[in-house]
T-cell receptor
Framework: AQSVTQLGSHVSVSEGALVLLRCNYSSSVPPYLFWYVQYPNQGLQLLLKYTSAATLVKGINGFEAEFKKSETSFHLTKPSAHMSDAAEYFCAVSDSGTASKLTFGTGTRLQVTL | DTGVSQDPRHKITKRGQNVTFRCDPISEHNRLYWYRQTLGQGPEFLTYFQNEAQLEKSRLLSDRFSAERPKGSFSTLEIQRTEQGDSAMYLC??????????????FGPGTRLTVT
């Protein structure tokens, strides 16, 4: 069974600072990994995905993530935070099987301060 | 492509009542998923459909829950005899299937259920 651990339920950064949101996964098969963002009272929007191609994945809004198999990690980064990045971020893993259902982490709330 | 839509966006009901939610996936997406998200948690998988066939159900989906996708297009999720523990955001997602299927799931805005 797959699982995802997101370290840090709340992260606060200053505007313009580096954003680093951590995600570690557990999977018995090569995983597909995703980062989603959720704004208040809205659904989830895909930021980026890893599906066994390049290990460094670039997404929307300047975010990127690096798949590190040896560390079972898929951390999300952005060089310079913007106020509009304040939201809840979820890491998810898919089993790549027929169902391809997603298993999500508990989320990290990103706060961006002036 | 109008995205995944869900109706209603909010539902307040009294304990013991039945409620039904609707999800309209992106057209021609033959896979449809339901998730439940409680406060402070990530979404949890409930069930999924490939066309009209319900192929997997989570243990979270008790006997009071039933989901259908009668014509392989929209889906409904019904909760009978609601309990306060059913209060959550119910999210629907869809994705193309088949050989060229993408594993990216497109989510709707969700239906927030409050059971009083």
């Amino acid at each position: 069974a797959q699982s995802v651990t997101q370290l840090g339920s709340h992260v606060s950064v200053s505007e313009g600072a580096l954003v680093l949101l951590r995600c570690n996964y557990s999977s018995s098969v090569p995983p597909y990994l995703f980062w989603y963002v959720q704004y208040p009272n809205q659904g989830l929007q895909l930021l980026l995905k890893y599906t066994s191609a390049a290990t460094l994945v670039k997404g929307i809004n300047g975010f990127e993530a690096e798949f590190k198999k040896s560390e079972t990690s898929f951390h999300l980064t952005k060089p310079s935070a913007h106020m509009s990045d304040a939201a809840e971020y979820f890491c998810a893993v898919s089993d790549s099987g027929t169902a391809s259902k997603l298993t999500f982490g508990t989320g990290t709330r990103l706060q961006v301060t002036l | 492509d109008t995205g995944v839509s869900q109706d209603p966006r909010h539902k307040i009901t009294k304990r013991g009542q039945n409620v039904t939610f609707r999800c309209d996936p992106i057209s021609e997406h033959n896979r449809l998923y339901w998730y439940r998200q409680t406060l402070g948690q990530g979404p949890e998988f409930l069930t999924y459909f490939q066309n009209e066939a319900q192929l997997e159900k989570s243990r979270l989906l008790s006997d009071r829950f039933s989901a259908e996708r009668p014509k392989g297009s929209f889906s409904t999720l019904e909760i009978q005899r609601t309990e306060q523990g059913d209060s959550a955001m119910y999210l629907c997602a869809s994705t193309p299937g088949g050989e060229r299927g993408s594993y990216e799931q497109y989510f709707g805005p969700g239906t927030r259920l409050t059971v009083t």
